[in-house]
């Protein structure tokens, strides 16, 4: 048997009220809030959290590949999933591929891990990031969201089989970004859902059941991509479900989330899968993947560390659109009078890929005191070369002492530094997020987050911060 | 083991500091150099070794001998972050007491305000980017709440204890016809400043300023043959750390061991062991305003945890039990990183010999000079204690 061995999701802490945008232009808004991926984040440290949430069952030392999907990549050239692969500690012998372009890349990613299983690698996680920008002012700018989700495809203790799939290919031009588009563009929406989304979804969905001999009653839950909440409904209706079978498409709590939109609300309906019950799963991107999951008697025994119902929960919503604007690079702001961050050296880099990535620092064999980074020469005792790696990446850790930094170069100043002391032995100055530096106190618990730092010289350079706990 | 007694000072120069835009490094230089050798009442041949003391508007000894014209001599360019001035005057002071040179110039110079940059901005050699990438006055504003909270101090008392040491360097500097900032600042302009590093505003920091400084150095028993008045060099300590600070849970913020080190040294050096009575004056480095608060406890001018309380009952005001950066401090001059640690080591020099005008502090026997180079946890720090009379 071949299906979802785990699951989890990441949904950014950050959400922008939809009225803040209405606000900005004096015009009408869809309700709700969007996920926003902080100005650190992009859809490789959203692949890694979501991934560390599904991970908590299952040792990194055990994935056979990592499949990372997502329509923006930070590099067209340049493996995104090796940079997961490292964040999560997995062995230098996984399969890593990015899928990559379309909106569909994360049920493609699924497929070929299923696949991949089927032939013999076991336990291959999938992550599926996506942030995408929108033009300002824009429907899209409304709509669209930032999140993640993360899957592990294998062959033991599977939650929720695959029992079939089916894919339809249509090369139709409903929405794109040439290579050096910033913004997303579509074509209008009648055609977009007429002559793509409506046909391609339905054919897909209809050959499935066709070959399954399903009806829309033998479904518990239809997770359906759509390019709005209304399409969402009027395609599932249209297709005989009833509204209580229509999975949530989180719209007004997190927008659309691009490729990874379907496979978030497919982590959702997994939290309460009962056993034996079936879940559609319909994507959409130059054509359709239908997929069919039916949940085993193991549905239950595995939950994501917070899953989209503890990530939904653990917000902060005050945002404004100028804010907005400046994460997502929409607006140049003065720059403060110290000079930018020299680009980092790729030796430098690679000699600390596995302390820098996956957040290794060393322990000293002889007194035991753990610290980061790494060190050949103890901290506590002096001892050489007696160290042994220590990884601190889920540790939990509290705030010793900080400082709220006006002065350093950020995309969102002030800075908060902190001086994070994990428990059981070792201290880190690093940089915090996600926080409200009003807020921070001494003695707050936080926790390791992974991020990109700054990019430099076309280099997206990725480590650490602590952020309060969530 | 100790330099005690066996160098003097027979000459210095000092700019003025501030924003000179109209001079180079160089020029700065030149000045610095000529007029110390004004001061001892000697040529540039009579020098046979040169230290230079650069953070980084320089780079080896030609820094010094090209504006100089220095006729191939031994010149060597010092780099110790802040300690980098006092550094190149410990390294001549020991040549000459080795008896390797009779005659020697340590020269600091720093040319800051060509950067553009607000602060002081120091490449760092190419590595991973994963350094936490603060500004200075992030680094040394951990020691604030650290202190604060340890000592149960509420945030407003804290504030306005930092804010008083701000206070007493700028009144001091008020009186110094070479300090940068020559105006007394009130305790609620400085209060209210801008913040910079919460919960240090802009008057919790020193200025970013330009200048130079020299001193010529001589053997204690020769001192007498260039002038009636030299000053003794008593002690000289550099201690640099292991980075603990930042990797062990042991270090609570409230304290600097590198300044603690490099004065529990010197104090063995120069014999001292009560530094609060015995000490005349100091000059500190005030780089930012908790680094000095911390600083009187390090060096044992204040007892642990008392510090706070000494700033508000004025201890080291000037007319206070322990005078304190008499001549302004950083907050007044900036800091020009190389040229600093000799411009404390030239107000020792005036406020021994009695020449320190209005703020000549009532007749101090030893002066104490302290810099501190790098980070509350991870730091190089130099203290030199000289002294008016030998033995």
């Not at chain 1, 959409?284 to 917070?306: C, K, S, W, Y």
């Not at chain 1, 005191?369 to 506590?380: E, L, W």
């Amino acid at each position: 048997m071949v299906g979802i061995t785990a699951f989890g999701a990441y949904i950014p802490f950050n959400r922008l009220d939809r009225r803040k945008i209405a606000e900005a232009y004096g015009e009408p808004v869809p309700p709700g809030e969007k996920a926003v991926a902080n100005y650190d984040e992009d859809s490789v440290t959203m692949a890694v959290e979501a991934a560390r949430d599904c991970l908590a069952a299952l040792q990194p030392g055990s994935l056979g590949g990592v499949y990372l999907a997502t329509t923006t990549s930070p590099y067209r050239e340049k493996l995104s999933a090796a940079t997961v692969a490292a964040a999560l500690d997995t062995p230098d012998t996984v399969r890593t591929v990015d899928f990559t372009s379309s909106l569909r890349a994360g049920s493609a990613a699924l497929l070929a891990a299923a696949d991949a299983v089927h032939s013999g690698t076991d336990n291959v996680l999938v992550a599926v990031a996506d942030c995408r920008t929108a033009a300002a002012k824009g429907q899209f700018e409304q709509l669209f969201g930032d999140a993640a989700a993360s899957f592990v495809i294998g062959s033991s203790n599977v939650l929720a089989e695959l029992e079939d799939a089916c894919t339809v290919t249509g090369d139709v031009l409903t929405q794109w970004r040439e290579a050096d588009d910033r913004y997303v563009r579509a074509w209008e929406d009648r055609f977009v859902v007429s002559r793509g989304y409506g046909p391609l979804v339905t054919k897909a969905l209809a050959s499935l059941a066709g070959k399954m001999r399903l009806t829309p009653g033998d479904v518990h839950k239809l997770v359906l991509y759509a390019p709005s909440h209304r399409y969402l409904a009027g395609t599932a209706r249209s297709l005989g479900f009833e509204q209580s079978q229509i999975q949530n498409g989180l719209f007004g709590e997190v927008g659309l989330a691009g490729a990874a939109h379907a496979p978030l609300m497919l982590a959702s309906a997994l939290e309460s899968a009962q056993p034996g019950q079936r879940i559609l799963f319909a994507t959409f991107g130059e054509g359709a993947d239908a997929l069919l999951f039916r949940a085993t008697a193991n549905a239950g025994r595995f939950m994501p560390h917070r899953g989209v119902t503890g990530h939904l929960q653990s917000k902060k919503n005050t945002m404004n659109y100028l804010t907005y604007l400046r994460w997502k690079g929409m607006l140049d702001f003065e720059p403060p009078r110290r000079p930018d961050p020299e680009r980092p050296s790729a030796p430098a880099m690679w000699r600390n890929t596995r302390n820098n990535l996956a957040f290794y620092g060393s322990r000293c064999n002889s007194c035991g005191t753990p610290q980061i980074p790494a060190q050949r020469v103890c901290v506590h005792c002096r001892a050489k070369d007696e160290m042994s790696g220590h990884r601190f990446a889920d540790t939990p850790a509290r705030i010793a002492t900080y400082t709220i930094d006006h002065l350093t170069v950020s995309q969102d100043p002030p800075t908060v530094f902190a001086v994070v002391d994990f428990e059981g032995g070792g201290r880190l100055l690093c940089e915090m997020t996600d926080c409200d530096p009003a807020a921070v106190t001494i003695g707050m618990e936080v926790e390791m987050t992974f991020r990109r730092l700054f990019k430099a010289g076309g280099i997206h350079n990725y480590y650490w911060k602590a952020r309060p706990k969530r | 083991m100790s330099i005690r007694d066996k160098v003097a000072v027979i000459g210095m120069g000092c700019t003025s500091f501030g924003e000179h835009w109209d001079k180079s490094a160089n020029d700065m230089l030149i000045d610095a150099a000529y007029d110390a050798l004004a001061d001892a009442g000697l040529a540039p041949d009579d020098i046979q070794a040169y230290w230079l003391g650069t953070c980084a508007s320089g780079w080896a000894g030609i820094s010094l001998s090209e504006p100089l014209k220095i006729q191939y001599k031994p010149v060597t360019r010092v780099e110790n972050f802040c300690a980098t001035g006092t550094d190149a005057f410990r390294n001549a002071c020991y040549a000459v007491a080795s008896g390797a040179y009779d005659i020697a110039m340590a020269i600091g110079v720093e040319k800051l305000k060509d950067s553009g940059y607000s602060g002081l901005v120091i490449t760092p050699p190419p590595g991973d980017g994963t350094a936490p990438n603060y500004s200075a006055p992030a680094a040394f504003s951990l020691l604030a709440p650290a202190y604060f909270s340890k000592y149960g101090l509420d945030p407003a008392t804290g504030k306005k204890v930092l804010a008083r040491i701000a206070y007493k360097n700028h009144k001091n500097g008020a009186l110094n016809p070479k300090a940068q900032f020559r105006k007394e600042v009130s305790m609620e302009k400085i209060l209210q400043s801008p913040i910079v590093a919460a919960p240090l505003g802009v008057m919790d920091c020193s200025g970013v300023a330009d200048g130079s400084a020299a001193a010529i150095i001589v053997r204690a028993e020769d001192a007498g043959k260039y002038r009636p008045d030299p000053i003794y060099v008593k002690a000289l300590s550099v201690v640099a750390g292991p980075g603990h600070g930042a990797m062990h849970q042991d270090y609570d913020f409230t304290s600097i061991r590198e300044t603690y080190h490099a004065g529990v040294d010197a104090y063995r050096q120069a014999g001292i062991t009560d530094p609060r009575r015995e000490i005349s004056m100091a000059e500190v480095h005030d780089c930012f305003t908790p680094t000095e608060l911390v600083i009187y406890e390090d060096l044992g001018f204040s007892a642990r945890g008392r510090a706070w309380q000494d700033v508000l009952d004025g201890v080291f005001d000037l007319d206070g039990r322990l005078p304190v950066n008499p001549d302004g401090g950083l907050k007044s001059f900036g800091h020009p990183i190389g040229a600093s640690g000799l411009r404390m080591l030239y107000e020792m020099y005036l406020q021994l010999r009695g020449q320190a005008g209005p703020r000549q502090i009532d007749n101090p026997k030893l002066g104490l000079t302290h810099n501190l180079g790098g980070f509350p946890w991870e730091a190089v720090c130099s203290v030199c204690i000289v002294g008016k009379e030998p033995g």
